[in-house]
């Protein structure tokens, strides 16, 4: 198979070079000059022949609706263009129409397996017709992990990135249960090593994952994690889960609780907790020796209020 590959970066760098190796003629383009195969997105749709399957590895937002608007411009009746990032469905739905114009096909796929897929392999959530799927086969053959697993037809276009888009909330309230179980045996002075129980873990629990797995090694690497600030970004999908939980009103308690988490974890100062400490110090006077800790001037309670 040939295949061209727009986006050559941390995971459509090791993704070219995996499929090299699995057998498939990969060009690839990118703005970098120094990872780049070709010049330009016409050079790239020139140097494949037809059916022309271009795989799109950008951001998701505006630069994926560019390069595919470009794309659908170059290709023609037959040619299939494959959405790789982490778009979300709707846009899927969107891009597919514009290529239908034209008789192109598409296909949506999410992509999971980070910087280690190059070794073991990608887990791949696709969506599109059978036909546009299959010709895009030999690629998904030479991605996905040895074995029986690790690869979906999900559905029609949109359904790749919605079944990542629910994996990612996953992982979500995957990684706050940990660390909340974290934080507990760091808080008791009865746990010696906190890192050996984790380890612990991996084997014949029913807790073990690859995310424990990158935990432990973590710890290993930085016990107490002394060097990691708690703060954590989300790239979206997390949100997406939950949006789409609250239109087909789908109890979502501990995704959304795990998404709440890391905006908390963005604050110097929780705005929301210090109306509560305001609301207890104007009942109680609870507030006043934490606000003065801080080094903030409170106003002292009124205890002539019968409140």
């Given amino acids: 198979m040939d295949i061209g590959l727009v986006g050559l970066g941390k995971m459509g760098g090791n993704m070219r070079t995996r499929m090299r190796n699995g057998g498939v003629t990969v060009v690839g383009y990118d703005r970098n000059p120094d990872v780049s195969d070709v010049a330009s997105l016409e050079e790239l749709v020139e140097n494949l022949p037809s059916p022309k399957v271009v795989w799109v590895m950008v951001p998701a937002g505006d630069i994926t609706r560019s390069t595919v608007e470009q794309l659908i411009e170059l290709l023609g009746e037959g040619d299939v263009i494959v959405d790789g990032g982490n778009s979300r469905w709707t846009d899927d739905e969107k891009h597919a ?65 919605f079944s990542k888009m629910v994996h990612n909330g996953i992982e979500y309230a995957m990684m706050q249960a940990y660390a909340e179980g974290f934080e507990l045996l760091e808080k008791v002075d009865m746990v010696d090593n906190v890192t050996e129980v984790f380890d612990s873990w991996r084997q014949g629990t029913v807790v073990r994952s690859w995310l424990l797995d990158l935990l432990v090694k973590a710890l290993e690497e930085d016990p107490g994690l002394s060097k990691v600030r708690g703060y954590a970004e989300d790239s979206g999908e997390g949100r997406w889960t939950v949006e789409a939980a609250i239109d087909n009103a789908v109890p979502m308690h501990t995704i959304a609780a795990s998404l709440f988490a890391r905006f908390t974890s963005r604050q110097e100062e929780s705005p929301a907790m210090q109306a509560v400490a305001a609301m207890r110090q104007q009942f109680g006077g609870h507030a006043v020796k934490a606000a003065e800790e801080k080094g903030l001037n409170p106003a002292a309670p009124d205890h002539a209020d019968p409140v």
């Fill in 97 to 161: 129409a514009l290529a239908a114009d034209k008789g192109i096909g598409y296909v949506d796929c999410g992509v999971s397996g980070g910087v280690w897929g190059l070794d073991n392999g990608y887990a791949l959530m696709a969506g599109g017709t059978a036909e546009d799927i299959a010709k895009v086969k030999p690629a998904f053959d030479a991605l996905r992990p040895e074995g029986d697993s690790g690869f979906v037809h999900a559905g029609r276009v949109g359904a790749g990135h």
